[in-house]
């Protein structure tokens, strides 16, 4: 994303991106620890309990267990044996049987439990694939001074493996991973060698919900048609694949286009490759639905339908801006809402978490906040037509980007329309303008406290671990409605994922987590 009024503060946001550990970052509740590292107090359960905002409000309990992929047992066990082979070899594999037991634990929540007593196989459990598979890069970086990491790997191990008994459990219930513009700005060229790589790297370092949009158009295109777009109208619109993101956003149309035939069967191909092997590791995808931004050609096709356009963005000019706005009144709007994702979900699948994003960076036309609660009421109503289960993913960023119109009592009615524990918002940025506390947790809506590191693709070596650290345990001592936590780079930059994810395998932190 490209903030539009906040653009003189991107080098104030570069310049304090944030770095920090899987055990800081995402944190674990760990049951046995080294007798120098004292206890941390994560405290606070979200799901499984009644909680409180930050009104004192009583809060109902969010139940996310049919996001959970559907493979048996037997099935994830291979899955998770079978990562360990492809980053480690046969030869070193055999030193580690996974199994998933959905017993593990009673909450929702993920946890893990790593055994070796004598002997040379090192047992690890957890309660889903994403579970063990993380117990096992746990034990990999803490105990032999392993290293897995986006680019580069480190896997000259000791020729003996320490005996360990620890059962960790995850806080939240959601560990997510990327922002709807990485895919244009980091994954857009990739094939499917490279898309293996990073689908294992996510479930090694516990993340269990990400984006998948690769290969939307090629749905968009198919809806289109039996609309009635001409194939002309179509191409015109989607913009080129490095701009795709700002395309499904509603900010640009037709900018470096057109897509070609060969593109959209390739990419279609690759989604279903990407969301088998992601479902496969119980990594949950998010899937596009409709935000009711369509292509301007609807003003030929539905001359009486009540269309708007959107704000111009970054100043593009009239032939790549502004695509239009279905009003939410118009009995349009649910009848291309649910034609979408009708052929999302035959074409791909669901797992019930779905994207759509409106406002992202487009100010609404109107400030009745009758109108906002009907914009969102009608995107989550064409959602819940088709899938009764459906949760809705929002980014918050518009929160932040536009906190001029967003005010509390838009904010409130947007939300609100849509049923508590139904709408899952993202708080972007959260390590540097949080939302949650002045939008107050997000008026009972469950949310993703999100570390937004770096803008516009570009990496870079700095920091602010005593930000975020504090900030994490602030926020999970908290009672409000925060379900996980996030990080959403729009640049993949491999050393400080690692230093996030995971500390280094220097001999003092193998000392400091009580290496034997």
């Not at 310049?15 to 899987?22: C, N, Q």
């Not at 759509?356 to 109108?371: M, R």
């Not at 708080?427 to 516009?456: K, V």
Request: proline fraction near 4%; aromatic fraction near 12%.
């Amino acid at each position: 994303m490209l903030p539009s009024y906040l653009h003189c503060f991107k080098l104030f946001f570069s310049l304090v991106i944030l770095a920090t550990s899987l055990d800081l970052a995402l944190g674990h509740n760990i049951s046995q620890r080294s007798s120098t590292f004292p206890e941390p107090k994560w405290g606070r359960e979200v799901i499984a309990e009644m909680t409180h905002n930050n009104s004192g409000q009583r809060i109902s309990k969010f139940h996310f267990s049919h996001v959970r992929p559907s493979s048996t047992v037997y099935e994830q066990n291979i899955a998770a044996q079978n990562l360990v082979r492809r980053v480690m070899g046969e030869n070193t594999a055999r030193h580690f049987n996974l199994t998933v037991d959905n017993t593990l634990t009673k909450s929702e929540k993920d946890a893990f439990h790593l055994l070796k007593k004598g002997g040379n196989i090192v047992h690890i459990v957890g309660n889903s694939v994403t579970a063990a598979v993380s117990g096992f890069h746990y034990y990999l970086k803490h105990y032999l001074n392993g290293h897995i990491s986006w680019d580069y790997d480190q896997l000259e191990l000791p020729d003996t493996y320490p005996d360990v008994d620890i059962y960790i459990k995850f806080p939240e219930r959601f560990r997510l991973f990327q922002n709807v513009c990485t895919q244009s700005y980091s994954y857009v060229w990739w094939n499917w060698a490279r898309w293996e790589r990073e689908i294992d790297r996510w479930a090694l370092n516990g993340f269990n919900l990400v984006y998948a949009g690769t290969g939307v158009e090629a749905v968009w295109t198919k809806v289109y048609r039996e609309l009635g777009l001409s194939q002309r109208e179509i191409a015109d619109y989607f913009s080129g694949p490095a701009f795709l993101a700002w395309n499904r956003m509603g900010n640009v149309r037709g900018w470096g286009g057109p897509l070609s035939v060969a593109w959209h069967s390739g990419q279609s191909l690759l989604q279903r490759r990407i969301l088998s092997r992601m479902r496969e590791l119980s990594i949950t995808p998010i899937l596009p639905a409709f935000s009711g931004i369509v292509p301007n050609a609807f003003q030929r096709l539905y001359p009486n339908a009540q269309l708007s356009k959107l704000s111009r963005w970054c100043n593009f000019e009239d032939k790549y801006c502004c695509p239009l706005l279905l009003d939410p009144s118009d009995e349009l709007f649910s009848k291309v809402g649910t034609k979408f994702l009708q052929e999302v979900i035959a074409q791909f699948g669901t797992n019930h978490m779905y994207s759509a994003d409106t406002f992202n960076e487009n100010i609404p036309q109107h400030g009745d906040v009758e109108y906002l609660a009907n914009v969102s009421r009608s995107i989550y109503q064409a959602m819940s037509d088709v899938d009764s289960n459906a949760i809705w993913v929002l980014q918050g960023w518009m929160f932040v980007n536009q906190v001029l119109y967003w005010t509390q009592d838009k904010v409130k009615a947007f939300l609100t329309a849509v049923p508590q524990g139904k709408l899952l918002v993202l708080d972007l940025a959260a390590e540097q303008i949080p939302s949650h506390d002045r939008l107050h947790s997000f008026y009972g809506q469950p949310y993703i406290w999100c570390m937004l590191h770096n803008f516009g693709g570009t990496l870079g070596m700095h920091g602010s671990l005593p930000k975020v650290n504090a900030d994490v345990h602030q926020v999970r001592n908290t009672p409000d409605t925060m379900v996980g936590l996030g990080m959403v780079p729009e640049g993949i930059d491999p050393l400080h994922l690692c230093v996030i994810t995971g500390r280094s395998s220097s001999k003092e932190h193998s000392r400091h987590y009580g290496r034997t």
